[in-house]
């Protein structure tokens, strides 16, 4: 899963030069997953996941 502070939007969300397929998403201090998005070739593709930080 790549952070999602690591994406620059330019049109799409590449990462690492490509246009991103795959899960992008963020994390609360102690590691637990805070939120989660779907891409789809650079695009928001899908559901977006957001979790409390009690679970």
Do not use: N, S
């Amino acid at each position: 899963m790549v952070h999602y502070d690591d994406l620059d939007y330019e049109g799409i969300y590449p990462y690492r030069g490509k246009p991103l397929t795959g899960f992008a998403g963020a994390q609360f201090p102690d590691g637990a997953l805070e939120c989660q998005f779907e891409f789809k070739d650079g695009q928001q593709d899908g559901f977006v996941r957001k979790w409390y930080p009690a679970g």
